[in-house]
């Protein structure tokens, strides 16, 4: 869902570029510009931020 829906106007950045609020703000803002859901974009941002630096660095 993520790469073909954020990769259709531009290359889908990896989820472990931006941390947890980068990805909320970001998926907040472009959402409107799909064609995901409601539940698509909760379940997309979730990805996004289990997969973020914010969890990355935590692993570390």
Do not use: I
């Not at 106007?9 to 990805?23: F, I, M, N, T």
């Amino acid at each position: 869902m993520f790469v073909s829906q954020c990769g259709v106007c531009h290359s889908a950045p990896a989820p472990e570029s931006r941390g947890v609020l980068a990805w909320q703000a970001d998926v907040q803002a472009y959402q409107p510009r799909t064609s995901l859901t409601a539940e698509e974009g909760r379940l997309v941002l979730r990805y996004l931020q289990l997969h973020s630096s914010s969890f990355a660095e935590q692993m570390n």
